[in-house]
């Protein structure tokens, strides 16, 4: 993982859900990717997706149900996860969580 970005775009209107308890910045590339900066305040969650996104744990934890799982996946700082394009995940978040999201077009 990455620790810093350069050299990149930061749009200043944060991204608000869920009532202000998850928010994130968008931050934009030279070459057309995407990654959102975040914090998830405690609570449960479900998101849609329509590109594909890979969710980096920056701090604290999230408990995952990905699309096609049997069972929840706990995930802590250090560790990331997949989703598919065009799909819903549930999330469960115990204590707040910082995140980076990668977006992935095809």
Do not use: H
């Amino acid at each position: 993982m990455q620790d810093r970005f350069e050299a990149v775009t930061v749009v200043k209107k944060a991204n608000v859900y869920f009532d202000g308890k998850v928010t994130s910045r968008t931050v934009l590339f030279s070459d057309g990717t995407k990654k959102t900066l975040g914090i998830m305040m405690p609570g449960d969650y479900e998101f849609g997706t329509a590109d594909k996104e890979i969710m980096e744990i920056l701090g604290g934890t999230m408990d995952v149900f990905l699309p096609g799982a049997r069972d929840w996946k706990t995930f802590k700082a250090g560790e990331s996860f997949e989703v598919q394009a065009n799909a819903k995940f549930k999330l469960k978040v115990p204590v707040m969580a910082d995140y980076c999201c990668s977006y992935i077009k095809y």
